[in-house]
C-alpha cells in the first residue's frame, strides 16, 4: 500500500506544480515576456559594461549577474504559486525581518560602499542591501493595515491609517541614517501610493504632504544631506560649473547616449562604454550603455519594454477582487514607475542623480531580487482572481 500512496502523493505534487490547475498556467504571460526580455536585455548590457575590467577574467561579473538572475526566478516562482491572500499572513514577519536587517546595517556589520553604508557583505564578492528587500515589505504590511475598510465605510479606520505612517517613518528613518536617499525616496513613493489608493479622507493626504514637505525643508536647512548629496543636486542645476566633479557622470552619460544616435555604434563597439568613461555604467548608469551601442531604437525598446510591466501591473490591480491584492499591485507599480523615470531622468539630464538602479535591467543583486519577487506578488494576484 505504501508505495500506490507515494506514487498518489508525487502524482499531486507534481499537479500542484504543473498540472492544469497549476499556477504557472494562470500567470500573465505578457508580464513574464515582458521581465524575461528585459533580463536578457540587461545580460548583455551588464557583459559589455563589465567585460574590459580585468584580463583573468572578463566574464566575472556576467557570471554573478546571470546567478542573481536565477536566483531571483526561482524567487519569483515560488512566489507566484502562493495565493496572495495568504500574503497578508507573512507582510508581518517580512516587516519584521526588513527592519532587523536594517538596524543591523548601521552597526560594524554593515558596510560602506560608494559613501553609503548600505550593505551588509557575505563574502565571494556578494553582499546584501536590506533596504532593497524593505519596498516589499512595507508594501505587503501597509497593504494589510489599509486594506481593512471602518465599519460601515470604504476608507480604512484612523488608527490603521496612523499605524501606518508610523510603520513607514520607522522604515525611512533606518534608510536615512545610511544614508540613502534614493531608496528613502521610493519609500515614500510606496506610502503615499498605498494611502492613496486605499481611499483616505483627502485631509489625510494633505497633512501627510505637509508634514513631507516640511520633513524635507528640516533635512535640508539643517545640513542632514551629505556634502556629496547636496553636491549632486547643485550639479544637477549647473552641470557645466562642474565638469570634472560631480557634473562629470551626467555630463558623460549625455555624451554616451547622444553618441548612439538612431541604431546605435553595436554591442561591444561604444567607446564611452569600452573606455568606461561613465562611472557605475553596468549599475545606475546602465542606461547609457543602451543608448550608446544599442541607439535611440535600443533604448526606446528598453522603456517600452518597462512600459509594459507597469501596464500589465495596473490590469492586475484593476482586476483584483480584493483590496489588500490591488493595493500591492498599484504599490509595485508605482515603485517601478518612480524608478523607471528617476533612473532614465538622470542619464538624459532631467532629474538629478540619486543612485537608484534601472529596474530589470541594473546589475545589482538585492534590487534584482527583490524586483523579482514583486513581479511574483503581480503573478500571485494575478492567478489569484482566476481562482
Given at each position: 500500500?505504501?508505495?500506490?500512496?507515494t506514487r498518489?502523493?508525487?502524482?499531486?505534487?507534481?499537479?500542484?506544480?504543473?498540472g492544469?490547475?497549476?499556477?504557472v498556467?494562470?500567470?500573465?504571460?505578457?508580464?513574464?515576456?515582458?521581465?524575461?526580455?528585459?533580463c536578457?536585455?540587461?545580460?548583455?548590457l551588464v557583459?559589455?559594461?563589465t567585460?574590459?575590467?580585468?584580463?583573468?577574467?572578463?566574464?566575472?561579473m556576467?557570471?554573478?549577474?546571470l546567478?542573481?538572475?536565477?536566483?531571483?526566478?526561482?524567487?519569483?516562482?515560488?512566489v507566484?504559486m502562493?495565493?496572495?491572500r495568504?500574503l497578508?499572513?507573512?507582510?508581518?514577519v517580512?516587516?519584521?525581518?526588513?527592519?532587523?536587517?536594517l538596524?543591523?546595517v548601521?552597526t560594524?556589520?554593515?558596510?560602506?560602499?560608494?559613501?553609503?553604508h548600505s550593505?551588509i557583505?557575505?563574502g565571494?564578492?556578494?553582499?546584501?542591501?536590506p533596504?532593497e528587500?524593505?519596498?516589499?515589505?512595507l508594501?505587503?504590511?501597509?497593504?494589510?493595515?489599509l486594506?481593512?475598510?471602518?465599519?460601515?465605510?470604504?476608507?480604512?479606520?484612523?488608527?490603521?491609517?496612523?499605524?501606518?505612517?508610523?510603520?513607514?517613518?520607522?522604515?525611512?528613518?533606518?534608510?536615512?541614517?545610511?544614508?540613502?536617499?534614493?531608496?528613502?525616496?521610493?519609500l515614500?513613493?510606496i506610502?503615499?501610493?498605498?494611502?492613496?489608493?486605499?481611499?483616505?479622507r483627502?485631509?489625510?493626504?494633505?497633512?501627510?504632504?505637509?508634514?513631507?514637505?516640511?520633513?524635507?525643508?528640516?533635512?535640508?536647512?539643517?545640513g542632514?544631506?551629505?556634502?556629496?548629496?547636496?553636491?549632486?543636486?547643485t550639479?544637477?542645476?549647473?552641470?557645466?560649473?562642474?565638469?570634472?566633479?560631480?557634473?562629470?557622470?551626467?555630463?558623460q552619460?549625455?555624451?554616451?547616449?547622444g553618441?548612439g544616435?538612431?541604431?546605435?555604434?553595436?554591442?561591444?563597439q561604444?567607446?564611452?562604454?569600452?573606455?568606461r568613461?561613465?562611472?557605475?555604467?553596468?549599475?545606475?548608469?546602465i542606461?547609457?550603455?543602451?543608448?550608446?551601442?544599442f541607439?535611440?531604437?535600443g533604448?526606446?525598446?528598453?522603456?517600452?519594454?518597462?512600459?509594459?510591466?507597469?501596464?500589465?501591473g495596473?490590469?492586475i490591480a484593476?482586476q483584483?477582487?480584493?483590496r489588500?491584492?490591488?493595493?500591492?499591485?498599484?504599490?509595485?507599480?508605482?515603485?517601478f514607475?518612480?524608478?523607471?523615470?528617476?533612473n532614465?531622468?538622470?542619464t538624459?539630464?532631467?532629474?538629478?542623480?540619486?543612485?537608484?538602479?534601472l529596474?530589470?535591467?541594473?546589475?545589482?543583486?538585492?534590487?534584482?531580487?527583490?524586483?523579482?519577487?514583486?513581479?511574483?506578488m503581480?503573478?500571485?494576484?494575478?492567478?489569484?482572481?482566476?481562482?
Amino acid at each position: 500500500m505504501s508505495a500506490p500512496i507515494t506514487r498518489i502523493r508525487k502524482r499531486s505534487l507534481a499537479s500542484r506544480a504543473i498540472g492544469t490547475d497549476a499556477a504557472v498556467w494562470r500567470m500573465d504571460g505578457l508580464l513574464f515576456v515582458s521581465v524575461a526580455a528585459l533580463c536578457t536585455i540587461s545580460t548583455l548590457l551588464v557583459w559589455s559594461s563589465t567585460r574590459t575590467w580585468t584580463a583573468v577574467e572578463p566574464t566575472g561579473m556576467l557570471k554573478k549577474h546571470l546567478l542573481i538572475l536565477c536566483v531571483g526566478a526561482v524567487l519569483c516562482g515560488l512566489v507566484s504559486m502562493v495565493d496572495h491572500r495568504r500574503l497578508r499572513a507573512y507582510a508581518p514577519v517580512a516587516y519584521a525581518a526588513g527592519l532587523a536587517l536594517l538596524a543591523l546595517v548601521i552597526t560594524p556589520v554593515g558596510s560602506t560602499v560608494n559613501g553609503s553604508h548600505s550593505w551588509i557583505m557575505l563574502g565571494g564578492g556578494f553582499g546584501l542591501q536590506p533596504s532593497e528587500l524593505a519596498k516589499p515589505a512595507l508594501i505587503l504590511l501597509l497593504a494589510m493595515l489599509l486594506s481593512e475598510p471602518a465599519e460601515g465605510t470604504d476608507r480604512p479606520r484612523p488608527l490603521d491609517v496612523a499605524l501606518s505612517l508610523a510603520a513607514a517613518a520607522l522604515t525611512m528613518g533606518l534608510v536615512m541614517l545610511q544614508p540613502d536617499l534614493g531608496t528613502t525616496m521610493v519609500l515614500a513613493v510606496i506610502t503615499g501610493s498605498v494611502l492613496v489608493f486605499s481611499g483616505i479622507r483627502k485631509r489625510w493626504i494633505a497633512l501627510v504632504l505637509v508634514v513631507a514637505v516640511v520633513a524635507a525643508g528640516l533635512v535640508w536647512f539643517l545640513g542632514l544631506l551629505q556634502p556629496y548629496q547636496v553636491a549632486r543636486f547643485t550639479a544637477f542645476m549647473n552641470p557645466a560649473s562642474d565638469p570634472r566633479g560631480f557634473g562629470y557622470n551626467a555630463t558623460q552619460s549625455l555624451i554616451a547616449i547622444g553618441s548612439g544616435e538612431i541604431y546605435g555604434k553595436g554591442l561591444f563597439q561604444g567607446g564611452q562604454t569600452t573606455g568606461r568613461f561613465v562611472p557605475e555604467q553596468h549599475t545606475d548608469f546602465i542606461f547609457t550603455v543602451a543608448g550608446e551601442e544599442f541607439g535611440f531604437l535600443g533604448a526606446i525598446t528598453v522603456v517600452v519594454l518597462l512600459g509594459v510591466v507597469l501596464v500589465r501591473g495596473i490590469t492586475i490591480a484593476r482586476q483584483c477582487d480584493d483590496r489588500f491584492g490591488a493595493l500591492v499591485a498599484a504599490a509595485i507599480v508605482c515603485w517601478f514607475a518612480f524608478q523607471t523615470f528617476i533612473n532614465v531622468g538622470m542619464t538624459i539630464g532631467i532629474m538629478p542623480i540619486t543612485g537608484l538602479p534601472l529596474p530589470f535591467v541594473s546589475y545589482g543583486g538585492t534590487a534584482t531580487l527583490a524586483n523579482m519577487i514583486s513581479v511574483g506578488m503581480l503573478q500571485a494576484i494575478h492567478s489569484g482572481r482566476r481562482t
